[in-house]
C-alpha cells in the first residue's frame, strides 16, 4: 500500500520549453507532496513542500517561477519546471507523507531530466 | 536546528559479512523518528528501518538492525551476512513528532557502500 507512481521515469527536453512531472498517491490521500532535487551521488535537497488546494511552500533559493508546483487535487502533485535550462538537468524526487502512519513517507521513483 | 551527520562517505564490505553505518544527529527534540533508507542504482528510495526515539529497544528488520544511543544521539545501521543486492546508497534521516504533515525530513549526506564478491 501507499505507492506513489511518478512519471516520466526519464524526459530530454530542448532548452527553453518546459517539462511537467507527475506524482500520483494511488490507494492513499496525499495531503502533503515533497518535492526533491538530487545531484548524482548527494543527498536530497528539499525543494518545496505542497499542500492540497493551497500554494506551496518553497526552501529558501529554490526559483518559485521556475519551479512551478500544483497540488489540486489529494491524489495529484505536478511540478513544472519552466524555461529549462542545461542546468536543470537533475533527477527529482517527489514524496507524500503517509496518514496514519506515524513518521511514514511514500517515494515516487523518480524523473531524470536532461536539458539539452 | 536539526542536523543529521553522516561522516562515511563509501564502505565497502565483504559477501556475507558484516558491516556498520554511522549516524549521528542533533536535535532538542525528546521525542522524534530516525530512519534509515536506501538508495540502490534504480534510485528508488526504500525504508530500511525506522525507530522511534520514545522506545528504548533497537528496531530489526531481518538482516538489518540498528544501535540507537538517544544520550549520544548516535542511530547506526548494522547490515549482517552482507548479500550483492545491499550495495547502495544509505542515508539516515530523522523526523520530529507533530507538526502535522508538513514536518520534512532531515537527511544526511549519505554512505555508499559497496559490496565485494
Known amino acids: 500500500g501507499a505507492v506513489v507512481s511518478q512519471h516520466p521515469s526519464w524526459v530530454i527536453c530542448k532548452s527553453g520549453t518546459s517539462v511537467k512531472i507527475e506524482c500520483r498517491s494511488l490507494d492513499f490521500q496525499a495531503t502533503t507532496m515533497f518535492w526533491y532535487r538530487q545531484f548524482p551521488k548527494q543527498s536530497l535537497m528539499l525543494m518545496a513542500t505542497s499542500n492540497e488546494g493551497s500554494k506551496a511552500t518553497y526552501e529558501q533559493g529554490v526559483e518559485k517561477d521556475k519551479f512551478l508546483i500544483n497540488h489540486a487535487s489529494l491524489t495529484l502533485s505536478t511540478l513544472t519546471v519552466t524555461s529549462a535550462h542545461p542546468e536543470d538537468s537533475s533527477f527529482y524526487i517527489c514524496?507524500?507523507?503517509?496518514?496514519?502512519?506515524?513518521?511514514?513517507?511514500?517515494f515516487g521513483s523518480g524523473t531524470r531530466l536532461t536539458v539539452v | 536546528a536539526q542536523t543529521v551527520t553522516q561522516s562515511q562517505p563509501e564502505m565497502s564490505v565483504q559477501e556475507a559479512e558484516t558491516v556498520t553505518l554511522s549516524c549521528t544527529y542533533d536535535t532538542s527534540e525528546s521525542d522524534y523518528y530516525l530512519f534509515w533508507y536506501k538508495q540502490p542504482p534504480s534510485r528508488q528510495m526504500i525504508l530500511v528501518i525506522r525507530?522511534?526515539?520514545?522506545k528504548q529497544q533497537n528496531a530489526t528488520e531481518n538482516r538489518f538492525s540498528v544501535n540507537f544511543q538517544k544520550a549520544a544521539k548516535s542511530f547506526s545501521l548494522k547490515i549482517s551476512d552482507s548479500q550483492l543486492g545491499d550495495a547502495a546508497m544509505y542515508f539516515c534521516?530523522?523526523?520530529?513528532?507533530?507538526?502535522?504533515?508538513?514536518?520534512?525530513?532531515?537527511w544526511g549526506l549519505g554512505t555508499s557502500l559497496a559490496v565485494n564478491p
Open positions: 534521516a530523522y523526523n520530529g513528532y507533530g507538526a502535522g504533515n508538513n514536518r520534512k525530513l532531515i
Open positions: 525507530q522511534e526515539a520514545y
Open positions: 514524496s507524500a507523507r503517509i496518514q496514519g502512519a506515524p513518521g511514514g513517507y511514500t
